[in-house]
């Protein structure tokens, strides 16, 4: 009985409930400490009916030493963070979770992606074709081709901080 009553303290109230977003962008937050890039760690996760199908964190693809290991290519360039993609030998959260799905013969089509960061245009292509439907960010990224390729595709954007967006 007093397990029962222990158990009944800690049950949170309705208001102090995450709503689904900030469920899921937790967890989301939580997939990118696996990340090995040393610029910037990313996470990544589907979701579709209030299920996630696949997660995904930016490093270097299965079996390749990591950043960590050999060094940053861009550091090493002095590459500026939105340009030259292809100097870079990790692979984003976004296509992780995309090529993770795939692996598994799961489909994302008509599901939400939630990321830390707003995708570049190479994800954004991605997520389009993939069938993404709804994208849930939390943190900006200076790509504005993206933002605009996402809009012309129809695909929904929800900016959970909105002070961080103020260029869209």
């Known amino acids: 009985m007093k397990r029962q009553q ?94 993770q799905a795939a692996a598994f013969g799961v489909s994302i089509q008509g599901s939400t992606l939630y990321c830390t960061h707003f995708p570049c245009v190479l994800c954004t292509k991605m997520l389009i074709n993939a069938g993404i439907s709804k994208i849930v960010v939390e943190r900006a990224y200076p790509d504005p081709l993206s933002k605009k390729m996402l809009d012309e595709a129809g695909i929904q954007i929800n900016l959970m901080d909105s002070r961080d967006f103020e260029h869209f």
């Open 6 to 99: 222990e158990h009944e303290r800690e049950v949170l109230k309705p208001e102090e409930r995450p709503s689904w977003d900030e469920y899921f962008m937790a967890i989301a937050n939580m997939v990118r400490t696996r990340s090995t890039c040393l610029r910037r760690k990313v996470g990544a996760i589907v979701v579709k009916n209030k299920r996630i199908l696949s997660t995904g964190y930016n490093g270097a693809p299965k079996g390749m030493k990591h950043c960590s290991e050999v060094g940053c290519l861009r550091d090493e360039a002095h590459v500026p963070a939105g340009e030259r993609h292809e100097l870079c030998r990790g692979i984003h959260a976004e296509q992780n979770a995309i090529v």
